[in-house]
Structure formats: structure tokens, C-alpha cells
């Protein structure tokens, strides 16, 4: 196993157009995160999966954004009608449990500008 | 959701010197992870602290987890251009699901 994947690394668009992220878990890790980060801030919490299930959303997740995890493997994140303030790392992390203090293991994230 | 603090936002220094880097809140937590994250890529976990006053080292990093378990320390020793990145402490609370939630990080920088 590799780790987490995330496609693409980076990705210019347009305002108000659509873009989708792709995060492969490690493998069998039950828990999905999304996180965005921006420059000089640690990630911020977007939403997590436990298995296929979408079990919590942050108030940093604007009804243009939406996340799915099919089957309970891989992961999609699509932002609508993008904004330059959606301009952002965005990071996927996976973890074998829900336990506290399980490591979270992180994909390299991808570079989204927004022009 | 807990006020975290981490201090200091910035520190550039000379390679050789020690530091250390501050996790604070007003919250107990049930458990605090210390991460790295070096520029253009995720965090990595370092440590896992449990024991209020817990000290554990990894190689010239000392981590410690404060008595009352609400705020921990990170001390490198002699730190060298590889220990440059973003330190980031994300703390655990008693109750509700778990989810690793950050502090804002101390971005450290190890000039050669």
C-alpha cells in the first residue's frame, strides 16, 4: 500500500466552474477526511466518512460543496460555481478507527487556484 | 469547539540552536498528537501524548503533555534544515466522535 492518493495535485480553473478531487484511502482504513488549508493556517476540518456513511459536516462546507465516499472506498469532493476564496490545499486523511488519538494518515492534497 | 493556541506563529532560526513550541488551551483533553508537515505535502504524525506530564522523546525532539492535560510542549534540540515545516498540535476531547482537529501551527524554518 502506498498511502492516501489524492488527484489531482494541482488544478487552475475558472470562477464559477465546477472541479471534482479523487482521495484513495489506504486500504481497509474505515474513516475518510477532507480538510482544506490554506496559506499559514493548520487544516480545517471539512467532513468525514466512517465507511460509506457521511457522518458529520462542518459549517465550512457551503451548500457548493459536496462529498461522497461509494462502496466505502475511494473518496470525491466537488466544489460548484467555484470562488476565488475557494482557492486552497485541499487534504484527504484516513484512519483505521474512530478511537481517540488514531493516526490520521494524509495524502499530499491538491492545489486548487481559482482565477 | 476548544480555543487552541500555538505559539510561536513563526520561527526562524540558525541551525544548531534549540527551540520549543507551545500548545495551549483552556480545555482537558484526553490525548494530544504533535505533526510535522513539510512544505507540499500532508502532516505526518510525530507523537502521541496520553499521561498528564507524559515526556516522550524522538531523537532530538522532547515532547511533553502538561500536568492538567491542557496544553503540551515541543523542544528540538540542535535543530538541523530537515526539522523545517509546520508543527501542528491536534488535541483530543473526552465525549463526542473523534476527529483530528489542528491548532494553527508553529512554521518553523532551519536555516543551514
Redesign the interface.
Known amino acids: 500500500d502506498t498511502g492516501v492518493s489524492q488527484n489531482p495535485r494541482h488544478k487552475i480553473t475558472k470562477r464559477g466552474q465546477n472541479v471534482t478531487f479523487r482521495c484513495d484511502p489506504i486500504s481497509e482504513h474505515n474513516r475518510l477526511y477532507w480538510y482544506r488549508q490554506t496559506l499559514g493556517q493548520g487544516p480545517e476540518f471539512l467532513t468525514y466518512f466512517q465507511n460509506e456513511a457521511q457522518l458529520e459536516k462542518s459549517r465550512l462546507l457551503s451548500d457548493r460543496f459536496s462529498a461522497e465516499r461509494p462502496k466505502g472506498s475511494f473518496s470525491t469532493l466537488e466544489i460548484q460555481r467555484t470562488e476565488q476564496g475557494d482557492s486552497a490545499m485541499y487534504l484527504c486523511a484516513s484512519s483505521a478507527t474512530g478511537y481517540r488519538g488514531t493516526e490520521a494518515f494524509f495524502g499530499q492534497g491538491t492545489r486548487l487556484t481559482v482565477v | 469547539t476548544q480555543l487552541l493556541e500555538?505559539s510561536p506563529?513563526f520561527l526562524s532560526i540558525q541551525e544548531g540552536e534549540n527551540l520549543t513550541v507551545y500548545c495551549n488551551s483552556s480545555s482537558v483533553f484526553?490525548?494530544l498528537?504533535w505533526y510535522r508537515q513539510e512544505p507540499?505535502?500532508?502532516?505526518?504524525?510525530l507523537v502521541?501524548v496520553?499521561t498528564g506530564g507524559e515526556v516522550k522523546k524522538l531523537k532530538r525532539l522532547t515532547f511533553q503533555f502538561g500536568d492538567a492535560r491542557k496544553d503540551s510542549s515541543l523542544h528540538i534540540t540542535a535543530a538541523q534544515p530537515g526539522d523545517t515545516g509546520?508543527y501542528?498540535c491536534?488535541p483530543?476531547l473526552s465525549g463526542g466522535?473523534?476527529?483530528?482537529?489542528?491548532?494553527?501551527?508553529t512554521?518553523l524554518i532551519v536555516h543551514p
Open positions: 500555538q506563529q484526553s490525548s498528537q507540499g505535502e500532508g502532516p505526518v504524525l502521541t496520553v509546520l501542528l491536534a483530543s466522535s473523534y476527529i483530528p482537529t489542528f491548532g494553527r501551527g512554521s
